[in-house]
């Protein structure tokens, strides 16, 4: 059983007084394995939070279903297993990490010790161990993403949903996250994120997914989607620089293997919204043609 199933999901949203009504998410389907990273990627407006609102129970599609460990996202059973930090957490700037920890623990049901162990074992996990005690509106942004990286997992979900977690935060407290993010895959959680960072997508995600315009136009693997079929790359062990101007004929033993060179994934967002725009100009002109 898969932790995500997203089948054939339409939304959107009407306008002022009915009119100009925004289609969000046009018929995207998308399955999430256990245990894996899958990151979502596409401009701003292209419908990422929408399907994350969704997958969190906080929206509806109109059409389309959206299951979570085979059950519905909107239905009540489901608040337990789901983590979810939005791009712009709100926190009670008065409160220090650990109380804000608590605070949310207590909202999950935790009390007493179980609550205190939770607690310390999740500002160990981020790293804020020696800021527990220090208010909230002395942290850093990176601090205070890392804080709601906490509370997302203060109930022990199966199932995390990070929307641009990295957002406005320097190298390090990306690098941080990004290493926190590996850390909770090899425990057997799934993670799924959107980011416009595509380098630090590429880097922990297991498949991904392009999104333009509420419509999924690429989605695969990192390796199916960065494959370049119209390359090869040649890997050998302790050339010599003679060895490389001889090539493979006379490598002998150094020739270790062959496989297709890779593209960035930032390549293949660009090339891929770049094609969509053209065809979308393409119909539009044929439209004024026809009239």
């Not at 389907?29 to 969704?54: D, E, F, H, R, W």
């Not at 074992?121 to 002395?138: F, I, K, M």
């Not at 999924?216 to 989607?225: D, N, P, T, V, W």
């Not at 890997?235 to 001889?246: A, G, T, Y």
Request: aromatic letters at 6%; proline letters at 4%.
């Amino acid at each position: 059983m898969n932790a995500v199933d997203i089948q054939n999901v339409h939304k959107s949203f009407p306008g002022a007084w009915g009119k100009n009504g925004v289609y969000a998410v046009k018929g995207v389907s998308l399955s999430i394995p256990q245990g894996s990273v899958y990151g979502l990627v596409g401009p701003n407006g292209s419908g990422k939070s929408t399907i994350m609102k969704m997958l969190v129970g906080l929206l509806s599609p109109h059409e389309g279903s959206c299951r979570v460990f085979g059950f519905p996202a909107t239905v009540s059973s489901n608040r337990g297993e789901i983590g979810f930090l939005p791009e712009n957490p709100y926190f009670y700037k008065f409160l220090t990490g650990a109380e804000t920890l608590r605070f949310y623990g207590r909202l999950c049901g935790l009390r007493g010790g179980a609550l205190r162990e939770r607690t310390q074992e999740l500002l160990n996990l981020v790293g804020l161990q020696d800021a527990a005690h220090r208010r909230l509106s002395g942290y850093s942004k990176g601090m205070l993403q890392r804080i709601g990286l906490a509370q997302a997992l203060v109930q022990k979900p199966r199932l995390l949903v990070l929307d641009e977690p990295t957002a406005g935060v320097d190298p390090i407290g990306s690098r941080v996250i990004r290493d926190i993010v590996m850390d909770l895959k090899k425990c057997g959680l799934t993670v799924f994120l959107c980011s416009h960072l595509l380098e630090q997508v590429q880097e922990v995600c297991d498949r991904v997914g392009i999104l333009y315009q509420g419509c999924l136009i690429a989605e695969g693997s990192i390796q199916e989607l960065t494959d370049d079929p119209h390359r090869q790359q040649i890997i050998l062990r302790d050339p010599s620089l003679e060895l490389l101007n001889k090539l493979r004929t006379l490598s002998g033993d150094a020739w270790i293997s062959s496989s297709p060179a890779r593209r960035s994934l930032e390549s293949v967002f660009l090339s891929g919204i770049r094609k969509r725009m053209q065809q979308d100009e393409a119909a539009r002109q044929k439209q004024t043609s026809a009239k």
